[in-house]
């Protein structure tokens, strides 16, 4: 398996890999409704080239055969969705296809969003995660990470909490 940073040329792949994976996550547990207009507006064109384009925000997406199978998304200083803490990074995103579950795919892209806060030398790396995902919030324990406080995250019309956590690296 290789990992690769994401390149604007990327766009269309990363857009098929975003709606495929968090459709595969969460589409059970939402409406029909909510899940469209978040799919629609949350991997728009336009919303992934300013990510994509934005020098505190970075994709790398896991490949397997030249197959990508899924991806990691990072941010620091002022990109970050939440804390803007300059002595952070924040973990966005690790989204994995569901038939590559368990196969260490999210291990390896999480260690790759771990050393790139070693090398950006942040204090800490934090993320949310949805308070009904248990799999992703034991994930993010069994890597060190603690619980310390929530958030709402909007998925259309649907207020949902996330549990915000975080790992000291200094």
Request: charged share 35%; aromatic share 12%.
């Amino acid at each position: 398996m290789q990992i690769r940073k994401v390149n604007i040329q990327d766009i269309e792949k990363l857009k098929e890999i975003g709606k495929l994976t968090f459709a595969e996550t969460f589409s059970s547990e939402n409406s029909e409704d909510n899940m469209k207009e978040y799919l629609e507006n949350g991997f728009s064109t336009e919303k992934l080239t300013a990510e994509l384009t934005d020098p505190n925000a970075e994709f790398y997406f896991a490949q397997l055969d030249k197959k990508t199978i899924g991806y990691l998304k990072v941010n620091v200083g002022q990109s970050q969705t939440e804390i803007k803490d300059k002595n952070a990074l924040e973990i966005e995103r690790i989204y994995v296809l569901k038939k590559f579950h368990g196969k260490k795919v999210g291990q390896i892209l999480y260690e790759k969003a771990i050393e790139l806060a070693k090398v950006k030398n942040v204090e800490y790396v934090w993320l949310g995660v949805w308070e009904q995902n248990p799999r992703a919030i034991r994930f993010y324990e069994k890597n060190g990470f603690v619980a310390f406080d929530k958030h709402i995250f909007k998925l259309g019309d649907d207020e949902q909490t996330d549990i915000m956590m975080k790992l000291k690296l200094k």
